[in-house]
């Protein structure tokens, strides 16, 4: 490999200047809005994608995000700097690279990681030195360092020398009037110090607060985590939703919290993050490689069920203020309570 022609200390700079080129690998929900908030801040940005469509109707200024109006798309555009294309070879004059490519479920529910496999050896094939690359795909814990790195290094880049490998989950709520881009903290871990902390200044510029964590596998587990954590809410709001209707509460007028029309609203703002199967799969994905007998996760979906259940009473109960429940669905908790007081 040739010495390196920028350093990191000239891509530090060029990231705080806002003079850096920023490449965008996908430009869906996740990465067109990411693009033209780069953009709107000075940086100037380059989308890929491979769909030719996309590219013709992004760059005629016509977005298909509901988080990016079309007269916003053409600010950028005007300004020069926004444009996408399909040529990925652009992807060498870029001095920092963010992959946002799907991670849909196969048919069979297990991950399809094939988008960020092939965007990865996209990144890798027209990786130049001192290059800043980080993925910012929903996916199992290790695949910055197991499966993105070693594409790296195949081509002599040594990582946190002369190549900079992140993960920085992407956080987005699609259509949310109050949590834009610029709101959503992000999460960076880096595979060295060196690359973390240039991560966390890019993704500054853009938003207000950054948060940095060890490694990419614990940012890679943390957005996991906050998808589980978001479909068990998701539940309660449900059941909660089906007993307020039972007792004749309006929640969505009182603002008491569950909305009977979550899930209706929830569709309506397109939220489009891997679906609610996804997190699980993932998870046994990267424990598929795990040692030992003992397995943190039990892999059984009805154990997961069963547990979940067991919370979404107990929360119940204590909110009735009833110790015991009779048998049945949690409605007849509801009815059960008056005489239990
Ligand atoms: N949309 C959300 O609400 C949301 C929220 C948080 C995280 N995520 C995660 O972000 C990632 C991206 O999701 P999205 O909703 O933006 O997907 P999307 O389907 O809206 O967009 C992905 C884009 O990538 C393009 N693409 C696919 N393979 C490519 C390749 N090899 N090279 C270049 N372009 C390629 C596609 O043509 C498409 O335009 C997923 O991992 C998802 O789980 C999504």
Redesign the pocket.
Known sequence: MHEPAVTAAELTRRIAERSARVGI????????PLAVEFARVGFTVTG????LD?VTTLNAGRS??PDVPDETLRARLDAGRYQAT?D?SALAECDAVI??????LRKSKDPDIS??T??A??AAAHFRPAQLVIL????YPGTTQELLAPMFEARGARPGVDCFLAFS??????ANPTFAVKDIPKVVGGLTPECASLTALLYRQIVGRVVTVSSPRVAELA?LYE?VFRNVNIAIAKELAVMCRHLGVKTGRHRLGPSPDHHTHDRER?????PPG?PRALLLRALRGARGRDRPVDRSPRGDAHRARGRIRQGIRSLLGVRREPAGNPLAMLSASGSSR
Request: proline share 9%; aromatic share 6%.
């Open positions: 690998i996908g430009q869906g929900y996740v990465g067109l890929f994608d491979t769909s996309h298909h995000t399909t990925l992959i946002c490519v799907p991670t849909p988008f960020v092939a965007a050896q996209e910012e795909s929903t996916t989950p992407e956080r987005i709520d699609p957005k998808n397109q939220g489009r993050d891997v996804a």
